[in-house]
């Protein structure tokens, strides 16, 4: 059974950092794309990291470029998230999600809402950015 289990979210100020986790079972972090994605309050959901397991290439869209960073160990099954220089509008509801059919994290990140349904999803950590 696939599980994704996300964790570290909380209150940070403008400027500060915050290392999200995503605990994961039920598959091995060597061969699926996995990935962060976000929804604020009124917001639709979007794509913030994603990282290929199998050649630990990644992808970030312009929002993160330069602040945040995915990794993985497989040691330990997790998957975290760096942010740094964190802002107000990167408040919101953090997701860890896979395509255990899908290897690319271009094509992750880029998967449309429609085929979200073919990814495992976590249950989401928040993240508020305030002073």
């Known amino acids: 059974d696939v599980q994704l289990q996300a964790s570290g979210g909380g209150l940070v100020q403008p400027g500060g950092s915050l290392r999200l986790s995503c605990a994961v079972s039920?598959?091995?972090?060597?061969?699926?794309?996995v990935g962060w994605f976000r929804q604020a309050p009124g917001k639709e959901r979007e794509a913030v990291s994603c990282l290929s397991t199998n050649n630990d290439i990644t992808y970030y869209p312009d929002l993160a470029k330069g602040r945040f960073a995915i990794s993985s160990d497989s040691a330990k099954n997790t998957v975290y998230l760096q942010m740094n220089n964190l802002r107000p509008e990167d408040t919101a509801v953090y997701y860890c999600?896979?395509?255990?059919?899908?290897?690319?994290?271009?094509?992750?990140?880029?998967?449309?809402?429609?085929?979200?349904?073919?990814?495992?999803w976590g249950q989401g950590t928040l993240v508020t950015v305030s002073s």
């Open positions: 039920g598959f091995t972090l060597n061969r699926p794309a």
């Open positions: 999600a896979t395509d255990l059919g899908q290897s690319s994290s271009y094509a992750l990140c880029h998967k449309r809402p429609a085929n979200w349904g073919q990814m495992n």
